[in-house]
């Protein structure tokens, strides 16, 4: 193998001369260069002496035409570079000719925007994502209804798959995630109540807050991170990859095609995931009572439909299509606004989780105004 | 090892994938300085051939020599060394995504050597100039063009002027012009940085400008090798008939 010499001296100053030895390439060039560095005047010299290089690459041969041109400057000389060479052979000659800088075009990068630009595109482009986005929902719920009606352009059994996908393939991490809550928020309330000797309370507390806000919200924070992610990267996928222009050209429209039937799915499942969710999360509660308070389940149910109203039933399930919809529509946006590569998918699923929580928190702030006198 | 010896010798070389074979039996040697290349028809297994060299798949059987080393047997630190002496152009270009063409660039410049910014950077110009794409320095893979990402993967291949140059169909998806543009450079290449050259490709004119050997593959037996002269004298079939229905 060869290796690395990392030589001394290859860089000498003689009268007028700068005289290289050795091998000049991407290894010798660093020491080189601050050897250079250290003359730094080079005022006077007329000539590089290359007699004793023994090998070039392209780092050696720009580090020559580097020294060439520093000695044209600070000499005020005016002359093809190549004419500062001397003694060289013709397979240095030729390898400094191939990796020639002199007609190499420059460009700069393009210089970085300053902070407040910055913050200025970024509430710009908030602004028009959440316009594009209402555009986008009008698209979806236009597509969905009158899908309802027209079956053409639909694609066939692509609802029954997509409800496995968000809805059954959802049950068990739904339901276990329910029932762990479950057990932790009425063990945690039940040593308090205890206390108070209020032990009958727990079913009222534990039904009363998992119908309101802990099923649909735990769901929807599950669902968000399942389907959300998995259709703003199936999206993306199908966006990069061309497969959405694809569609276009064979006149199918793709909202109609991928997103309506995740949209129907998501619809359907949502609500229902939610209720399994209520319903586990109280089982939970139902253990934690028989099992440290010692309250029957008899005692434990009629004191629980004191609290479990209809109307809260109705809008947690209001409520949770609501949730659906947004994971569905945020999902799809940041799918199809992907831009680039493979690399963009990746940015695309993680906004859309990201986002698709907050908008569920922020849907949640609204409905629990609802609840106030 | 001498000069004189092959630059790469492979030795009964077998490559499958699980069990079907794909390479039955190739032994082949590469001369230094010469630009070899690989011909076959789509899905014949030269890409695989060119994998395998490089072991970025395991042989299932055979003998791989790059600079006299056997890379089957060689330790993880001597295939580093040999690897940093071989530039690759994938068939895709596989430019990294996520930063620009020059970034793209300077990263094995930047990971390999001690460089001063100033010489990488010119490093890089001179690149992107030798394969015509000194405008699209700062842009993002994303940026180009299917023609203009295999130029900038040339461009990375030879960042590190290496001593062997692979090339998966480098004018796949190019004018005419272009491609004749990136033929010269890689005669350049060999000529006057003594570069060794194996290229996959499909392109009549391009197999008769820079040709100096070929490796013809046939259903994963090699058929021919030899220089270009001999090929179409040899009057093997499969070969005649790639040599008369491309050159219309
Ligand atoms: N990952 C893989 N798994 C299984 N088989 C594969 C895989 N990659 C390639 N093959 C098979 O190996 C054979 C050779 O593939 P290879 O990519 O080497 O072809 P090629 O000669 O480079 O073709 P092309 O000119 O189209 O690029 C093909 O028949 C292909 O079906
Ligand atoms: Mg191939």
């Known amino acids: ?373 | 090892m001498n000069n004189s010896e092959p630059i790469i010798q492979v030795k009964n070389l077998v490559a499958k994938y699980s069990e079907k074979t794909i390479l039955d039996d190739i032994s082949v040697d590469i001369n230094r300085g010469e630009i070899t290349v690989i011909l076959g028809s789509s899905g014949c297994g030269k890409t695989t051939l060119m994998k395998n060299i490089l072991q970025l798949q395991r042989p299932a059987s055979g003998q791989i020599k790059v600079f006299g080393y056997d890379l089957t047997q060689i330790d993880e630190m001597d295939y580093q060394a040999i690897i940093r002496r071989i530039g690759v152009l994938f068939q895709n270009g596989a430019l990294l995504n996520s930063v620009d063409i020059f970034d793209n660039i300077s990263i094995p410049i930047e990971q390999h050597t001690k460089l001063p910014k100033e010489i990488i950077k010119k490093i890089i110009e001179v690149k992107l100039h030798l394969v015509n794409l000194s405008h699209a320095i700062y842009l993002n893979p994303s940026e180009l063009s299917g023609g203009m990402r295999k130029r900038a993967a040339l461009a990375r291949a030879i960042a590190l002027d290496p001593d062997i140059l692979f090339c998966d169909e480098p004018s796949a998806g190019l004018d005419p012009l272009t491609s004749a543009s990136l033929d010269e450079l890689i005669i350049n290449l060999k000529k006057q940085l003594n570069m060794t050259v194996v290229v996959v490709t499909h392109e009549l004119a391009s197999i008769h400008r820079i040709a100096d050997k070929i490796i013809f593959l046939d259903s994963g037996k090699l058929l021919f090798y030899g220089s270009l002269k001999e090929a179409k004298k040899s009057g093997i079939e499969q070969i005649d008939t790639f040599f008369k229905v491309g050159s219309f």
């Open chain 1, 1 to 373: 193998m060869k290796k690395v010499h990392e030589n001394s001296e290859n860089l000498f100053v003689e009268n007028k001369k700068i005289l290289l030895k050795g091998d000049i390439d991407k290894f010798t060039v660093p020491l080189l260069w601050k050897q250079l560095s250290q003359i730094n005047d080079l005022t006077g010299i007329e000539i590089i002496d290359l007699k004793h290089v023994t090998s070039i690459d392209s780092a050696g041969s720009l580090f020559i035409e580097e020294i060439a041109s520093t000695i044209k400057d600070q000499n005020n000389l005016d002359l093809p570079i190549d004419k500062l060479y001397q003694n060289v052979t013709k397979d240095i000659n030729d390898t400094i000719k191939v990796f020639s800088q002199t007609d190499v075009k420059t460009y700069s990068r393009k210089r970085k925007d300053p902070f407040f630009v910055l913050v200025g595109d970024l509430v710009i482009s908030f602004i028009t994502s959440l316009h594009e986005i209402m555009i986008l929902a009008s698209d979806v719920f236009y597509w969905a209804i009158l899908g309802i009606w027209r079956k053409k352009g639909a694609r066939k059994g692509s609802f029954t798959q997509q409800s496995l996908l968000i809805g059954m393939e959802a049950v068990p991490i739904v339901a276990l995630l329910s029932l762990i809550i479950g057990l932790i928020l009425s063990l945690q309330a039940a040593v308090q109540l205890r206390m108070f000797g209020a032990d009958i309370f727990i079913a009222d507390m534990l039904g009363y807050a998992m119908l309101t806000e802990m099923g649909a919200m735990m769901t929807a924070i599950i669902v968000s991170g399942r389907s959300g992610s998995s259709i703003a990267s199936e999206i993306a996928t199908m966006k990069v990859s061309e497969e959405l222009d694809a569609l276009k050209m064979m006149s199918i429209n793709p909202i109609r095609y991928v997103i309506v039937p995740k949209f129907y799915a998501m619809s359907v499942c949502m609500p229902l995931l939610v209720i399994l969710s209520i319903i586990i999360g109280i089982l939970g509660g139902v253990f934690v009572a028989i099992l440290y308070l010692n309250i029957s389940a008899t005692a434990f149910y009629n004191q629980l439909l004191n609290v479990l109203t209809l109307k809260d039933l109705l809008i947690t399930m209001i409520k949770s299509t609501f949730f659906g919809w947004s994971i569905v529509i945020i999902g799809s946006f940041y799918g199809l606004k992907v831009e680039g590569g493979a690399e963009g998918v990746g940015k695309a699923t993680t906004y859309s989780v990201v986002t698709s929580i907050i908008t569920v928190i922020i849907i949640d702030v609204i409905f629990s105004l609802l609840y106030l006198p």
